[in-house]
């Protein structure tokens, strides 16, 4: 248990910001672990409870199904998600964060942005590693799933598109509201601009976060606001408050989001 707190405390990806949970989705699965909402007709929403609502998304289309991610401690997760969508699921990791990894080992193999390995400790993930690309499509039958390359939060953080559908899947590139940046903020701005760009072409309308609690969407105006704010960080017209966290010592809060850095981002 020590080392699980410890592991949530080094790896979280939201800190100082409690999930409520305003869902009006219909629960279709509960146990201690997990909680699955429907979203819509092919779509669910899992949440975990040990790192504010850490969210997993089972997309299903008529041949096949994925899973983004995979929480912190759910175990049986793969069967879960199974057992909903009635065939095989792929598992695709956003990024290498600890509370979206946790059940990783249920699957033989995985889907994950190659810049994100080095998170992964050593010798972590013990099946086959598939390396996402840029522009990639999962066909699921009927359904698309494109995969959009968003570093910022963590190098290899990745987006997920449903272009046909008009949303998304952002896990943490834009901060579920709370957003670490572990690279630096010209990154994090170079991605909400690129993003920008295919909210505009696609018509897409809301991303889901990765820490999901019922009314925290990512929107077009979100994406705008998180790289209006880095960029305002990097112009000096930005000034932070100090925050007591020894790796996010900076932290600005406007327009509904804090984003949270260090020296070392401001770049
Ligand atoms: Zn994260």
Redesign the pocket.
């Known amino acids: 248990m020590k080392h699980l707190t410890a592991l949530v405390i080094a790896?979280?990806?939201?800190i100082s910001s409690f999930a409520q949970s305003n869902f009006k989705e219909k629960t279709v699965f509960k146990n201690n672990d997990v909680e699955f909402r429907q979203l819509d007709e092919h779509t669910w929403h899992g949440n975990g409870n040990l790192v504010f609502n850490e969210s997993v998304y089972l997309i299903e289309g008529s041949k096949s199904a994925i899973l983004i991610d995979a929480g912190t401690k759910i175990p049986g997760l793969k069967k879960i998600a199974e057992d909903l969508v009635k065939k095989p699921v792929t598992l695709i990791i956003?990024?290498?964060?600890g509370?979206?990894i946790g059940e990783m080992n249920e699957w033989d193999e995985l889907w994950i942005n190659a810049a994100d390995e080095a998170i992964l400790a050593e010798g972590a993930y013990k099946g086959k590693k598939h390396y996402l690309t840029d522009g990639q499509v999962f066909d699921l039958g009927g359904r698309e799933i494109e995969v959009v390359f968003t570093p910022g939060?963590?190098p290899g953080?990745t987006t997920f598109i449903d272009k046909d559908n008009h949303y998304g899947f952002s896990?943490?590139a834009f901060g579920s509201g709370n957003l670490?940046v572990?690279t630096n903020l010209s990154t994090e701005l170079a991605s909400c601009q690129r993003m920008e760009r295919f909210i505009k072409n696609y018509g897409i309308q809301y991303f889901y976060p990765?820490h999901y609690w019922g009314d925290n969407l990512e929107t077009a105006q979100r994406v705008e606001d998180v790289g209006a704010i880095c960029e305002g960080i990097l112009n000096g017209l930005l000034t932070p408050a100090k925050s007591e966290d020894k790796r996010f010592p900076y932290v600005v809060e406007l327009k509904g989001v804090k984003i949270n850095y260090g020296p070392a981002e401001i770049r």
Do not use: K, V
């Open positions: 790896l979280t990806c939201s956003s990024h290498g964060h509370d979206h939060h963590t953080s896990s943490d670490l572990f990765g």
